[in-house]
């Protein structure tokens, strides 16, 4: 039977290993060592919120229709997910991680939009009304939409997405 010390503290043996030290040592714990360092990539941002939701890469792989070895690839940038898992993955990790970039480049804000829907240049383009091959020199940046099509553009987004969208 464990014997009690003053103040009502047990221990295995009966002996404390300090008595005369009453030292409480306060530190963060530090963090798990597959965490990532830096969030660079998709994947990085994928695993950060896994691990934080301490869920494994099997939950994570149920939750968005994939295998395992997906999610795996995914979060050691071995291959990205596609286009058409880019909506569940951006409310699983509840942010676009590349919102900030896309702000103020007329052609980065139309792919962001485009890959918020989950959608092919292709796809878009026909239900946009506009011509695949313009869409695609748009968002690498070779040309500016010209007023009509950026009016056709901020409508579908804006009926899309049901807030107003203006495109810079």
Known sequence: MNKPFPGGLYTRRGIPAWPCCHLQLNALKPQYKPYPKTLSSLGDHIKKRRLDLRLRQ?????????????????????????????????????????YNIYITLVHKKIRHFRESLGLSQGMMAKEAGVNTASLLDWETGKSQPRAESKKRLEAYFSQRFEYPIKLP
């Open 58 to 98: 099997i939950d994570v792989s149920l939750k968005f229709g994939v295998t395992i070895d997906s999610v795996h690839n995914w979060e050691t940038n071995r291959n990205i997910p596609e286009i058409k898992l880019l909506p569940k993955i951006y409310e699983f990790l509840g942010y676009c991680p590349y």
